[in-house]
């Protein structure tokens, strides 16, 4: 810690600071993630370096950044350090992002964890920014094309197909007979409510 410190105060003037640098930054995250005095010492000083946004690329630094913020009940500068960073690991970042929303929300609540349901609703109330997910959130649910050409042979055909019809179908549309399969039955779920 003490050779990084020096290390940080030299190179203070260096444009951009050396690489060696962030990996030792990146190291000293890692190792001080259960020494929490320690690791605020380290999350301070890089605050305060005017390559802040250097060391940001660094998915081990962004993390400390994040708990330390969190501990300090600073959400929503957590939020702004993850949109604003430039680290590569994007699904680790809306991960973060996750956490950090779900620590407010059992603040709030009064509460040491949150129920599967209360996490979905909190990640639909508080979805990622375009700067960590450029492509936008993607969803586990079928393409327009693919759900209509199910709705139309449910409709057309038939709603309860047999085990040749939905490896025809899976073939198809590039899916799975498992996949086929609960679409169907969840569609005749669905019409039955």
């Not at 393409?143 to 197909?161: G, I, K, W, Y």
């Not at 179908?169 to 899916?175: C, E, H, I, Q, W």
């Amino acid at each position: 810690m003490k050779r990084f410190m020096a290390t940080l105060s030299r190179s203070k003037s260096k444009d951009p600071p050396p690489a060696r640098l962030l990996d030792l930054a990146a190291q000293l995250c890692q190792d001080l993630q259960s020494s929490s005095p320690s690791l605020e010492k380290l999350v301070a000083a890089l605050m305060g370096c005017r390559h802040k946004m250097y060391f940001l690329t660094n998915i081990h630094v962004v993390r400390a950044f994040v708990s330390v913020h969190l501990r300090q009940g600073q959400h929503d500068t957590a939020c702004r350090l993850l949109e604003n960073c430039k680290a590569e690991e994007k699904d680790e970042l809306v991960q973060l992002w996750h956490e950090i929303h779900y620590r407010k929300v059992m603040e709030k609540l009064q509460v040491d964890c949150l129920t599967p349901v209360q996490k979905f609703r909190c990640r639909k109330r508080n979805p990622p920014p375009l700067s960590l997910c450029p492509e936008g959130l993607q969803t586990r649910g079928y393409s327009d094309e693919v759900r209509r050409q199910l709705r139309s042979f449910a409709a057309e055909v038939t709603a309860n197909p047999d085990k040749k019809q939905r490896e025809e179908l899976a073939k198809d549309m590039n899916l799975q007979p498992t996949q086929v399969y609960n679409w169907f039955a969840n569609y005749r779920r669905r019409q039955k409510s």
